[in-house]
Structures are given as structure tokens and as C-alpha cells.
């Protein structure tokens, strides 16, 4: 294996192996650390309609399978590792520890995405993608005509809600309180909308189905009484977690833990880029990830070359 990378990517979703691409095409060494759950958040769901090139759709694993092999066709070196540190002191010479053993990179993408917070309930897992959701822009489409719960009570759950309410015959947002965070003005949207209603100071306790949902356990938070609610649909929107941590004190983040960017994909520090979900908390689609994995990927490219001269 090489001394020292052109580029370390990390993370191996749309973004990181875009990334992936790209770096290679452009004849750089490039070590991908995809980490233990490579491929991301695709992986955990089942078709997707929104990505170009698949007029039929196609499953999320087998998307994410193609862009791997894609990146590995061209040389990249790729591990299914966690990286544990990262040491972006010495510009040029970043360090990066992943299974114990320590790479040396020129340039580094970060591209470590967001995890979806879920409500983690045993049935939870299993169905996602067979009617758990945390996306309505990639699966409202499926619930046309059909019955749908949003949790949540943030913008994001309104956002959400008011995306279903074009295709589901109703929606209802579970909030565990009695008022929503969310802005007055997305509150007022929801409120206005009549196929939205909502189930105050509750909680959803359990999700019912074995291949699909077909209903959910409410609690009251008040009383502690438990009812049944069938229901086709349940979209999770209680935040997003972005994997950062191991950046701590290397690159500046945002107030929500984001990586903070400058100039498209540069971060605070040089030779550092970002791309995905890891920086863009606004869009969280696959193809603006893969974008991202573009542009990192030329940015990158662009500053080596330019230290070189
Ligand atoms: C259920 C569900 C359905 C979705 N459906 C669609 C859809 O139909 N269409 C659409 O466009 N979008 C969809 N999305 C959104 C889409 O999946 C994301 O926007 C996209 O995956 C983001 O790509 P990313 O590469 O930025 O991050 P991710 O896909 O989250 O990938 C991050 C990668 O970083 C790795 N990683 C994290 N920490 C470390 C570490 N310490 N070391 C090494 N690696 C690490 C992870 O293992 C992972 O490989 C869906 C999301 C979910 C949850």
C-alpha cells in the first residue's frame, strides 16, 4: 500500500464514493475508509425513483453497490474500517487512524454523512423502506392515497407532513408535547392544511407489521394509556446527527455540529474538503450528495495540483 495518499476520503456513500470517482479518474492514489457500515444511509432503504439513470428505480444497496464498483474500477483502495482520530495539523501530511493503523494523506474528503435519528423501536429497522421513512421528498410518492404519521415537532416535521399531505389521503403528526417548536410560519402552513391533523402529547411506542406497516402503538405521554392506530406510513423526523466527532478540534463545525464550509467545499482547514450530508443539512438527497463528492473530488485535484507548482 502507498506511504502517503494523494487523497483519503471517509465515508462511503453517494458523496465519499463520487469522490471516489473522480480522484481516481484524475489519477490520484486514493484510499477510501467507508467505515463498518459502507455505503451509508442507501443501504438501509429499499427502491429509490429519484436518482437519474434508473427510469425503473432502483434498490438502494444495489445503487450503492454499482457506485463502489465504479470507484474501485479506476484504483481506489477501499476498507470497510471506522476511523477512530484524525490529525489534520501538518498541512499535506494528515493523518488518519482507522482498525488500529494509521494513513497518510495529501488531501482529505470528508464525507462522513448524517445519521437520521430514529426512534429506535425493535420493529423499527426491519421496516424501514417497507413504510418507515425519514424522507418524504425521496419516498412521499409511494403513500398516494394512502395514511401516513409524521413524528416530530420541529420544522423539519412540518416540512415533512406538508410534502405527504400532496400525496396521502391524510397525515397526522405524533408530538410527544403540547405546542411545536417549529416556526409560527411553518406552523401556520400545517394548520391551514386540511388532509393534516395532529395527535398531541403522545408518543409512538411501537410500529406494527411484519412486511410492511400496518399500524402503530400510541402512548399518551399524560395518562399512560396505549391505543392502536392503523396507519400505512411513519415518517421519522426527530433530527439528524451528523457524523462529526472525530473532527472535534481539527475543523471548525457549525452550531449544529455540521462541518462548517467556505468556498463550496473547502473547510477551516486547508487541503481539508467536505461533501454530503456531513455539511448540507438543507438538501439530504443522493444525487446533491454525489454533487458534493463531485466537487470535493475537483477541489481537491485543483489544490494539489496548484502546491505542486
Ligand atoms: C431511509 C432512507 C431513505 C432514503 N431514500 C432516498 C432516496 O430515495 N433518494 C435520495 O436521493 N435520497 C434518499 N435518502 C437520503 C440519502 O440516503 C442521503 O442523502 C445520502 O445517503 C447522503 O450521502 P452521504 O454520502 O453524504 O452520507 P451517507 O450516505 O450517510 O454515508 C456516510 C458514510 O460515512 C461512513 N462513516 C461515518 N462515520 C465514519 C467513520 N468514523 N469512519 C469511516 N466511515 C464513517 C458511513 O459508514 C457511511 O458509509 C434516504 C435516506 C434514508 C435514511
Redesign the pocket.
Known amino acids: 500500500m502507498n506511504d502517503i495518499f494523494d487523497v483519503i476520503i471517509?465515508?462511503?456513500?453517494?458523496?465519499?464514493l463520487t469522490a471516489g470517482i473522480y480522484t481516481t479518474r484524475a489519477s490520484l492514489s486514493t484510499l477510501i475508509?467507508?467505515?463498518t457500515?459502507?455505503?451509508?444511509?442507501?443501504m438501509?432503504?429499499t427502491e429509490?425513483?429519484?436518482?437519474p439513470g434508473f427510469p425503473e428505480g432502483i434498490m438502494?444497496p444495489e445503487l450503492i453497490g454499482k457506485i463502489r464498483k465504479q470507484a474501485e474500477r479506476f484504483g481506489a483502495v477501499f476498507k470497510e474500517e471506522?476511523?477512530e482520530s484524525v490529525d489534520f495539523e501538518v498541512v499535506g501530511d494528515f493523518r488518519v487512524v482507522?482498525d488500529g493503523e494509521q494513513y497518510k494523506g495529501r488531501s482529505i474528503i470528508i464525507?462522513?454523512?448524517?445519521q437520521?435519528q430514529w426512534l429506535n423501536l425493535p420493529t423499527e429497522k426491519r421496516l424501514?423502506?417497507r413504510g418507515v421513512?425519514?424522507?418524504a421528498p425521496?419516498?412521499a410518492p409511494f403513500f398516494k392515497e394512502k395514511e401516513v404519521i409524521v413524528v416530530g415537532g420541529g420544522d423539519s416535521a412540518m416540512e415533512e407532513a406538508l410534502v405527504l399531505s400532496r400525496f396521502a389521503t391524510s397525515v397526522k403528526i405524533v408530538h410527544r408535547r403540547n405546542a411545536f417548536r417549529a416556526s409560527e410560519i411553518m406552523q401556520k402552513k400545517v394548520f391551514d392544511n386540511p388532509k393534516i391533523s395532529v395527535i398531541w402529547n403522545s408518543e409512538v411506542v411501537d410500529i406494527l407489521g411484519e412486511e410492511k406497516v400496518t399500524g402503530v402503538k400510541l402512548k399518551d405521554v399524560g395518562t399512560g394509556e396505549t391505543k392502536e392506530v392503523r396507519i400505512d406510513g411513519v415518517f421519522v423526523a426527530i433530527g439528524h446527527k451528523p457524523?462529526t466527532e472525530?473532527y472535534s478540534g481539527q475543523v471548525e463545525l457549525d452550531e449544529k455540529e455540521y462541518i462548517k464550509v467556505y468556498d463550496h467545499t473547502r473547510t477551516s482547514k486547508v487541503g481539508v474538503f467536505v461533501a454530503?450530508?456531513?455539511h448540507d443539512y438543507r438538501y439530504?438527497?443522493?444525487?446533491t450528495?454525489a454533487a458534493f463528492g463531485c466537487m470535493a473530488a475537483m477541489d481537491a485535484e485543483k489544490w494539489l495540483e496548484e502546491r505542486k507548482s
Open positions: 471517509i465515508g462511503s456513500g453517494p458523496a465519499g475508509i467507508g467505515g457500515a459502507w455505503g451509508g444511509q442507501l438501509l432503504t429509490v425513483e429519484n436518482f438502494g471506522d476511523v482507522g464525507a462522513t454523512g448524517a437520521t424501514i423502506g421513512s425519514s424522507c425521496c419516498d457524523a472525530i454530503g450530508d456531513v439530504k438527497q443522493a444525487i450528495a
